[in-house]
């Protein structure tokens, strides 16, 4: 058998630890830059995308803005890379497309976290413990779903929590998902005897934004969504924003619609360099990866975060082989 040595070959020799070789492509997404063989230049001559819609971004600060369509979706998290999805709520953020049962509604009347006063306050008076806000999405059948939406954070001793019901009702089958969510220190609790596959809060500014994931049976049937402000004879409000329901596990970034559902094209991001065989580096706020000999053909590197992560801080590719086992540890902890 012939060797890579036998044919006159050979295989690249990693610089010793401490003498890291310049990275063929480096870029900050936080910082917004970029180098070349340690050279500045511009991010967007280096990393590109390419997505057929607008996106939307979400800073650490709970500042949810805008990204036209072919821009990099990137600012202090970092650059944001997800597939397509569609939001099947229209009226994503309108509360006047919902149902009142006792509950009343204020339109647009507190401040969004995109910036506008977008923001929907239910209402209920304590005359019932019931009073609530429902609407209903049909067809729905055979898939993980996840419903996620913005309530307003508290402070204080309020002396209630909200509830939310999630009840799918096919041909054969019901089921029914009860949770409260406190709205000051964001703790959501299961109610039911269904549980959800997942269900996660996330902290946003002054808002809570509450994501449900279930997977419903094959049979087609509806899904009714309803919000108490309190589960209780007590007066209390529940302000709210962007509705989203997604036909698969986990919430994406919010997806705005209006008259019609709407879909979010994919971030196709692309990061331009010569063919060749490279090892990358991946970072994000939870850790990084190197991918190791990718071969690179056409001049792009398609760039994608890890699994399970929708951000990547920081990446960088260096000819295969050439940094070190100690140095590759080094960056993956730095």
Known sequence: MMTGLMLGLRMPTPFPPGHLPLATLS????AGTASRSGVPVALASAVACQRASTGCYTSLAGVVSTVAANLLRRGDRGLLVEGARTNLVSRSSDLAAWTPAGATIALDNIASPDGTTGGDTISSNG?????????????????AFTYSMYVGRKTGTPGYTHRITLRYSGAAEVVYLALSLDPVSGAASVLSVALPDAIAVEAVGNWWRLTVTRT??????????????????????MPVWQAQLEAAAGATSPIPT?????????DVVTAAVTSGSYDVLVRDGAGGEWRNGVAVSGGSYTVTPRSGQRFITRLALYPAGLVS??????????
């Open 27 to 30: 870029a900050d997404f936080i």
């Open 325 to 334: 086992a100690e140095d590759k540890a080094a960056l993956l902890a730095a």
């Open 127 to 143: 005359a019932s413990a019931d009073n609530n806000l429902g609407r209903q999405f049909s067809d729905l059948a055979g898939t």
């Open 258 to 266: 209006l008259a019609d559902p709407a879909t979010r094209a994919a």
């Open 216 to 237: 419903y049976p094959v049979t087609a049937g509806s899904l009714t969504v309803r919000l108490y402000p309190a589960y209780d004879t007590i007066a209390a409000t």
